[in-house]
């Protein structure tokens, strides 16, 4: 497995199937208030966002049936980073987000489909996530890779989730079996 000693500055530690992960010099959160299943969010009204926000069941099927390339970004809506990257941009519009930006230059390239996974809602079956936001590439042959670089550098982030530089993630087939069940 893949192991983070601790999160990037531009992430925060995460829940790890509903368990506070306790690594040294982490963000100081308190994650037990953070175990999934528990919605922090009071209700709004549905966003103008495009990327598609996945539970469970629809990542195991995009595991079960890979006709292509998946980005997967998983975030938590209590993160700052997360907030800054998957749910709004600087002035708070949540259309403009970096991760829809990202979502609009991946399809007009032809790229990977680009879904979301709130980790607060479940754990997520064959995914380490160790930090949020933490991105896969679920590639169609099966094997996973983890971008470990600043995701707000939406120009890598395309580069490497179009199958640019891979000294950016780690990838492994032995996380996928592990993913597929």
């Known amino acids: 497995a893949i192991v983070a000693a601790s999160p990037p500055r531009w992430a925060c530690?995460?829940?790890h199937f509903g368990k506070p992960v306790q690594k040294a010099?982490?963000?100081g959160f308190h994650l037990k208030k953070f175990e999934a299943g528990h919605n922090f969010l009071r209700k709004e009204k549905p966003s103008a966002q495009n990327v598609t926000a996945i539970g469970d069941k629809e990542l195991q099927e995009l595991m079960d049936n890979r006709d292509q390339d998946v980005l997967?970004?998983?975030?938590?809506?209590?993160?700052?980073h997360c907030k800054s990257f998957v749910m709004q941009d600087e002035k708070k519009n949540a259309s403009n987000a970096p991760a829809e930006?990202?979502?609009?230059?991946?399809?007009?390239?032809g790229g990977p489909k680009l879904v979301k996974f709130d980790v607060t809602a479940s754990q997520p079956d064959g995914f380490d996530i160790q930090y949020v936001p933490m991105i896969y590439l679920v590639k169609k042959d099966?094997?996973?890779?983890?971008?470990n670089n600043n995701?707000?550098?939406?120009?890598?982030?395309?580069?490497?989730?179009m199958g640019g530089p891979a000294?950016?993630?780690n990838s492994t087939a032995?996380?996928?079996?592990?993913?597929r069940h």
């Not at 997967?72 to 700052?80: G, L, M, Q, S």
């Open 174 to 179: 032995a996380l996928a079996s592990v993913a």
């Open 151 to 161: 995701p707000h550098d939406l120009a890598a982030l395309k580069s490497w989730a």
């Open 72 to 80: 997967v970004i998983f975030y938590a809506p209590w993160c700052p």
């Open 13 to 15: 530690p995460a829940t």
């Open 142 to 147: 099966g094997d996973l890779q983890i971008y």
């Open 167 to 169: 000294a950016t993630s």
């Open 101 to 109: 930006r990202l979502n609009s230059m991946l399809k007009a390239a």
């Open 25 to 27: 010099g982490t963000v």
